[in-house]
């Protein structure tokens, strides 16, 4: 399961310098934990920005581990 998580967040230095980031976007791992450390819950999150699915969410997770 942790594979396929990892499997989500890509880090390519043509791509914000090569921060992690999700697959197929421009957003930070890093703002996914900011947002959720401040409060923020996964469904707020996901209406903020609908392209990112709560899978998303949890594979900024999985990162950390």
């Known amino acids: 399961m942790v594979e396929s ?12 310098g090569g921060k992690p980031v999700i697959k197929g976007t421009r957003i930070q791992v890093a703002l996914i934990l900011e947002l959720v450390a401040n409060d923020m819950k996964t469904e707020e999150i ?20």
């Open 46 to 65: 996901v209406k903020e920005c609908p392209e990112l699915p709560p899978k998303d969410i949890k594979a900024a997770f999985m990162q950390l581990v």
């Open 5 to 16: 998580f990892l499997e989500r967040i890509e880090v390519d230095v043509e791509k914000l």
